[in-house]
């Protein structure tokens, strides 16, 4: 009992002494007395040496788990807020670092489209059916498709008795390579892009394939959901050339080696897409087999592929407009730097990049249009006062193509803007419905939209926000003619006599008649005179 009672006494005489040096250490640190024992505590009996003893182990456990409690403290303390904004700017400066590598921006060639393009129409320029490459990959909407694909893999592995090691490996070989090609991160791991790579790449191989030699060929069925020329083909399509669904071309070649077993198809793949991209070109005019040889030579040339070369196809985008603007078997020359200059580039502006006056105009002026035959759509020409332009298709996927051509063609420094100027050639010369309707009176435009107003909107709305220097457009020489034309005063009086007095046979017959009445009034007139002068002796 008593031990008790001094453990307790103890205690307080402990918790008392803290106390004291507390305030004590307070009273020193503002220059106070220091704090006398309480005189109302109890005074406490002489300790014995064991209680001594005890005191002082008790002492020392309490030093302990204070000194204890301090550096835990001590780690627990947060950082000052100055410290972590320093790291933070010194991780984006890093950043910055390697975002500015040259050598990552030369092998750049699969873009996002710059926000101000697709600000006001997102259908155009993302895929609504089926996904390409890691920038729309995963997305719900487009989830769907993804069975399909697997469905192809499987199809080709049967097919060629191969195993999917074998592909996984080749596209690890092409990883880094390929993931240059893009642009940004797009949270992919490695095995990830490299499952990506296989399965887009083997889908795209099998449609290809398929358009060419026939689906049922290589073991689908006739009413296949997708592997089959059924309606939703033309989705699939229109999904496929578009610029942030498209994968590198050099990871189609390789793997369309591995299918085949054989190295170097350089070009072959190119064929194959001219082919199954045909039914969206803007022209229905066919083409000549010089034409089809050149083409097909020139997508087959014998030199070794290189995807990042002055001449090598990027990708299936790059291709289809290549085969678009092909005039010879000699590829089209490297476009130089200076179009991007701060002098001579300039936000597109309608009173800036007028390369000519709209269809209405120029009529007034005397020039006249007609139906240029060539499968070449962008080869316009003018001669004598005719300007003659190839026939144009339009219809529900040209909007999106077109705007991914120009996409492309502002992304890509190294791509010349023949698209662009083409457009806004176009757009310069359509200014409303009545524009529209006389180029479709003439057999150049041919389109599928409830009205001309709707194409006239299309063209007008095609170019918004576009860089062009008209300057460097390959139709500026041409503008330079027709305005010279358009300028003469001659040219726009004769169109006016034209218009007004011979625009249909009656008015010619009148004019005529005129013309001979006033001969004979003249004649008569004449003869009167000359008999009152000298008359008959």
């Known amino acids: 009992m008593v031990a008790v009672f001094y453990k307790d006494m103890l205690s307080w005489y402990l918790l008392t002494l803290k106390i004291r040096e507390k305030l004590e250490a307070e009273n020193q640190g503002q220059g106070s007395e220091p704090v006398n024992q309480d005189p109302n505590l109890p005074s406490l009996p002489e300790l014995t040496r064991s209680d001594q003893d005890q005191e002082q182990s008790i002492h020392n456990h309490d030093q302990t788990l204070s000194e204890a409690s301090k550096i835990e403290i001590t780690k627990e303390s947060p950082k000052e807020p100055r410290d972590d904004w320093v790291i933070s700017i010194t991780d984006k400066l890093e950043q910055a670092r390697r975002d500015d590598d040259t050598t990552i921006w030369g092998k750049l060639c699969i873009y996002r489209v710059p926000y101000y393009l697709q600000e006001n129409d997102n259908k155009s320029y ?5 996904s390409l490459g890691p920038y729309h ?25 191969q195993d999917i090691k074998m592909y996984i490996d080749a596209m690890r070989e092409l990883e880094e390579k390929a993931r240059a090609c893009y642009e940004g991160p797009f949270g992919l791991s490695n095995n990830e892009f490299i499952e990506m790579l296989v399965l887009d790449g083997c889908f795209v191989l099998e449609l290809f394939r398929g358009a060419v030699e026939g689906f049922t060929e290589l073991g689908y069925a006739r009413n296949d959901p997708v592997f089959a020329m059924r309606g939703s083909m033309h989705s699939i399509q229109r999904d496929m050339i578009m610029l ?11 793997l369309l080696e591995l299918q085949l077993g054989t190295r170097n198809q350089t070009g072959l793949v190119a064929q194959l897409a001219v082919r199954f991209f045909d039914p969206l070109m803007p022209t229905d005019e066919p083409m000549t087999k010089t034409d089809q040889s050149k083409l097909e030579n020139y997508l087959a040339r014998d030199k070794a592929f290189d995807p990042f070369a002055d001449m090598g196809e990027l990708h299936c985008l790059d291709v289809f407009r290549r085969s678009l603007l092909r005039s010879s078997p000699k590829p089209e020359p490297r476009l130089s730097r200076k179009r991007w200059s701060s002098r001579n580039t300039r936000v597109a502006d309608k009173r800036r990049q007028q390369l000519i006056h709209c269809v209405t105009e120029l009529r007034d002026a005397g020039i006249k249009f007609r139906r240029r035959k060539t499968d070449r759509f962008w080869d316009i020409q003018f001669n004598n006062g005719y300007l003659e332009i190839p026939r144009l298709l339009i219809h529900d996927g040209t909007k999106s193509l077109f705007l991914n051509l120009i996409a492309f063609e502002q992304c890509h420094i ?28 003439c ?8 009205s001309d107003s709707e194409v006239a909107n299309l063209f007008n709305r095609l170019c918004e926000e576009v860089v062009f ?3 460097d457009s390959y139709l500026s020489r041409l503008s330079v003619e027709v305005n010279r034309y358009y300028n003469q005063k001659w040219n726009a009086w004769r169109a006016t006599l034209r218009h007004k007095y011979f625009n249909n046979p009656w008015a010619i017959v009148s004019f005529c008649a005129a013309v001979i009445l006033l001969v004979l009034t003249l004649s008569q007139s004449f003869y009167a005179a000359y008999a009152y002068y000298k008359p008959p002796s």
């Open 469 to 471: 220097d008209t300057e």
């Open 443 to 450: 057999g150049i435009i041919e389109h599928w939209l409830g």
């Open 126 to 130: 993302f895929p609504q059916t089926v």
């Open 244 to 254: 942030e669904n498209q994968l590198p071309l050099f990871v189609l070649n390789r």
């Open 414 to 441: 190294d791509s010349r803007n023949d698209i662009t100027s083409y457009i806004i050639f176009m757009d310069n010369l359509i200014d409303s419905h009545e524009d529209v309707s006389y180029l479709h009176y």
């Open 137 to 161: 990959h995963g997305k719900k909407r487009l989830r769907p498709m993804d069975r399909h694909k697997w469905r192809a893999v499987n199809r080709i592995l049967k097919r060629t008795n």
